[in-house]
């Protein structure tokens, strides 16, 4: 089959599956599974051919054959390329997580419907060059992510899901009042066509207002970030994967997509992306330290990494943008792989409170190897792929905002202090409840192995994922826009904590056989030498005499998270007219 | 200025001054609803004509109303259909398990 024709199969197939399943299942239980895998191995596949044969020319295709400006376009260049690929990869370990995720509940047919609605609608907003079709895209994804979010109709799944509708519909009415005023102002809703006609005036300055708030709420940037900490971790765990490694980015790709080429106000939009990266990088890292539900923890690093992500696109140097984008591909890796760990650990103990589990490592080594890795790669240790974003991202910023840099370090030392508190709480620190620990299927582990082997994979050898990278910064700012490398800096970085990290190791080694031949009980790990009364430290109270001094800062942020809806549209509000201010200011006085 | 387009700014602002502070659940997705159909009225403002007929172009090329704002308003009220439906589902099963439909109530989930 010609190329040209990939694209649009790429949105098709998913929502084709969507709604063959409900009918599949009508025939057999076998069948309707294998179909939903295959299915996303085939897309998977579509979208690696997509790449492998798109080199230099973007694809445009016409849907119905109607030639834009008045049909809609599809437009595929390495940027969604890039894009596709992670969706698409992600989905389908996803799906092969479901299998045993899901075990004997019912209901099945239900989340595979709503799972590939979801793909479709992150396919959708990827490839699309007509704004009204995003949105619909948009709302297709949205309103699965809402339905998906209440799956399990539990009081918090319910309560999520309503607040998050709420906050999601409102974004939504400022998106398409955004793409009105386009409408009305330009007459066109195609992007090459709005980039050509667009010009800043006073109506403008409110389209791009109620645009930038609409994308950045469904994004979950700070201060609209409310809805992600409560819908995230209540979703199955396969779908947490999805929304918070892939979907918050879609909406991220977006804004660059408008703001970057469409628009093209680069120097506004890189302002506000800096300032909101810092924030949302220092607020979701704060509010990481003092949780303790696993899941929760997770969805405000979420927010946190987003800061980072948002930080590097924020810089606009060919190092900074490239440093976005590849933590945003790192980002959706090990996020994915915490929430996959996450879903195993409940699946096998049905808990997910640190303050109750505890002494897992013997009882699961597999799980605490993985949880191990994706916590390094959060937290940006070498040799694993955060490491590399996150160093492409100090090395951006540093020339210009020394102070952003600062920041990015002292919140990659807060992330791994949260780690820290996971692993001790869940895997190394005692408790006094007894867990039983149901073992993992096989459908669940391979996908967490393979997401682990590229967190490493890519942290040892970059390049190829750089060359990727380069291209989808190629494709957003043109061919001047050309990117240097590493440089020999970050060799000597990654050689160095390699041999370190060997050395711990292979000292830790050496003297290991010694160690088993003390048979004392106090010098396990975690123990301290007190021996016979070993002291529960829960994962809430571990780090108190850090926290105890901000306990100001920690009373503003509470009472923000006070979990009322209408506190949270309140700074829907605050930040309109804030950014609106902003855009005035720059263009109109 | 048109008074289409003040009337829609006006609805607009009605119904996110009902999102912003109303408590009743039901009074939110109406709100909720009001901003989407303020946006539609605007739409279809936007594509009208006056004395203009029906877009057909064999029968007049000049003259005629926008089609584009019809075909996107008819999308949209599918899409606000679909979430307010949704958005009552989740209402009912909200209201089976808290027995009221005050939101401010229901605060499981905070900090």
Known sequence: ?????????????????????????????????????????????????????????????????????????????????????????????????????????????????????????????????????????????????????????????????????????????????????????????????????????????????????????????LPLHFWLPDAHPSAPAPISMLLSGIMIKTTIYLMCRLFLTVFSINIVFSNLLLILGCLCAIVGVAMALVQHNLKRLLAYHSISQIGYILIGLGILTPMGVSGGLFHLLNHALFKSLLFLSAGALIYSTGSQDLDNLGGLAKKMPYLTVVTIIAAFSISGIPPTNGFVSKWMIYVASYKEYPIVTIIALLVSVGTLLSFAKVIHSIFFGRTNNAILARPIPLSMKIPMGIISILCIGIGIYPAPVQRIISTAVIALFGKSFVYTGLGSTFATALALSSIAIIVVFVIYLSTSYRRKEIKDHKHDTYLCGSGNTPENVPGSNLYFGVLEPLSSFYQILKREHSGNLQTYIFWIVISSVAVLAYIWRFFLV | MNPDYFCAALVFMIGFYAVATKKNMIKIIIGLNLMEISIQYFLISLGYVKGGIEPIVSKAPKNMVDPLPQALVLTSIVIGLSVTAFALAIVVKLYEKYHTLDITKIRGLKE
């Open chain 1, 1 to 221: 089959m010609n190329i040209i024709h990939y694209p649009i199969l790429i949105i098709i197939l998913p929502l084709l599956s969507a709604f063959l399943i409900p009918i599949l299942a009508l025939v057999s239980k076998k069948v309707k599974n294998w179909f939903f895998v295959s299915i996303f191995l085939l897309i998977f596949y579509l979208s690696v051919a997509t790449f492998a044969n798109i080199s230099q020319n973007p694809i445009s295709y016409h849907l119905g054959g109607w030639a834009p400006p008045f049909g809609i376009e599809i437009y595929c260049d390495s940027l969604s390329c890039f894009m596709l690929l992670i969706i698409n990869g992600l989905a389908f370990l996803a799906a092969l997580y479901s299998q045993g995720y899901l075990g004997e509940k019912r209901r099945r047919t239900q989340f595979y419907a709503l799972f590939s609605l979801l793909v479709v609608g992150m396919n959708g907003i990827v490839l699309t060059a007509d704004i009204f079709n995003m949105y619909v895209f948009l709302e297709i994804l949205s309103i699965s992510a809402y339905a998906l979010v209440s799956f399990y109709r539990t009081r918090d799944a319910l309560e999520a899901s309503f607040k998050y509708m709420v906050q999601g519909s409102v974004a939504s009415a400022f998106i398409l009042l955004a793409i009105a005023l386009i409408y009305g102002e330009y007459g066109t809703l195609n992007f090459f066509d709005i980039a050509s006609k667009f010009a800043i005036s006073k109506t403008s300055t409110l389209t791009l207002t109620f645009l930038f708030i609409g994308l950045a709420s469904k994004s979950a940037i």
